[in-house]
Structure formats: C-alpha cells, structure tokens
C-alpha cells in the first residue's frame, strides 16, 4: 500500500523507480498469485518469486528474517508466515542505499525517494 501511496506523491517522477515485492513464501506465492496481489496496489510493483534456496539467500543478504509458524493441529496449508518488515532503496546498479523501516510515514518515505531522484540524472 504504501508504494503505491509513494508512487502517486511522485507523480511522473514515479514511473523513474520500480518497486519489487519479494515473497518469503515461494511454496504458496505462485507468480500469477504474487502478480493479482501487487497490481491489486499498483501495476508498476512487480512481484518476486524463486526457489526457496534463492529466497532464503536473498533473505539473508537483507538481513531479512522469516519463518512459517503454524499452530499445532493446523493443516499443513494453514500457516502464517512471520517476517522482517521494510522498504530497501537501490540505486540504478543494484547497489544497496537505504533501509527504511516499517511504519515510517509515507510523506517521509516520499521525500527520501525524492531526494535521491534529485541526484540521478
């Protein structure tokens, strides 16, 4: 919710960033699954997906926790998945530049953003 928030405050500036969406939870997040939910938000969020070893590496390089939790008795596909939380800003390379925490405000996440749109040409 809040990307898509982030990329309307942008307005055409929004369409020089590209938002990822990176599930934790390969074994029930299908592509076709991940693309209903991340255009439900905005078209321009591409959802992620990968075997649960590129995950999990891909997890750690973020330092990025998850676990399936699942309560005794459940059936083996009612679960939640418990995970870090947050917003990662790359530059153009790939390159990490910012970590922005969960909850922080979107006007705030907005004026980040645009900071650094300011300096790419």
Avoid: C, W
Avoid at 55 to 69: H, L, P, Q, W
Wanted: overall charge neutral; glycine content about 8%.
């Amino acid at each position: 919710f809040e990307m898509s928030e982030i990329f309307r405050a942008l307005g055409k500036d929004g369409d020089r960033i590209g938002a990822l969406f990176v599930t934790v939870d390969p074994e029930r997040d299908t592509p076709a699954v991940l693309k209903t939910y991340t255009q439900f938000f905005d078209p321009r969020i591409l959802g992620l997906t990968g075997s649960p070893e590129l995950i999990r590496r891909t997890a750690d390089n973020y330092k990025v926790r998850f676990e399936k939790v699942q309560e005794a008795g459940a059936p083996a596909d009612r679960y939640a998945m418990d995970h870090t939380a947050g917003m990662y800003l790359l530059g153009p390379d790939g390159r990490f530049l910012a970590k922005f925490a969960y909850a922080m405000p979107v006007q705030e996440l907005t004026r980040r953003i645009g900071d650094y749109l300011k300096t790419v040409p």
